[in-house]
């Protein structure tokens, strides 16, 4: 199993940058793909971003390209979302989730382990 906990979620104004952050418990940290989900109120959960085994391949959601960015850390079981030039649409609870897969795969059935979630909330 592997336990995921996401932190640094806040309020932010539009255009402002945020960082959030997803620890992971266990040792074999660096065999899973790493994705971050959010789900707005009343909205599904959508992939915002994802990230290989190895850090080398990545995924974004068309409408965060070059805003954000994902990496990871494999040394300290963390992996990383990186926010810029906010917007009032990217307000959402942020989730981190884990994936046995190596693509990173890019459905949400794909994903194993998720934790509980941080806000984050950008004001206009």
């Known amino acids: 199993q592997v336990q995921l906990v996401e932190s640094g979620g806040g309020l932010v104004q539009a255009g402002g940058s945020l960082s959030v952050s997803c620890a992971a418990s266990?040792?074999?940290?660096?065999?899973?793909?790493m994705g971050w989900f959010r789900q707005a109120r009343g909205k599904a959960r959508e992939l915002v971003a994802a990230?290989?085994?190895?850090?080398?391949?990545?995924y974004y959601l068309d409408s965060v390209k070059g805003r954000f960015s994902i990496s990871r850390d494999n040394a300290k079981n963390t992996v990383y979302l990186r926010m810029n030039s906010l917007k009032p649409e990217d307000t959402a609870v942020y989730y981190c989730?884990?994936?046995?897969?190596?693509?990173?795969?890019?459905?949400?059935?794909?994903?194993?382990?998720w934790g509980q979630g941080t806000q984050v909330t950008v004001s206009s």
């Open positions: 266990g040792r074999t940290f660096s065999i899973y793909a």
């Open positions: 990230i290989n085994y190895s850090g080398g391949g990545t």
């Open positions: 989730a884990a994936s046995r897969a190596y693509g990173p795969p890019l459905t949400l059935a794909a994903y194993n382990y």
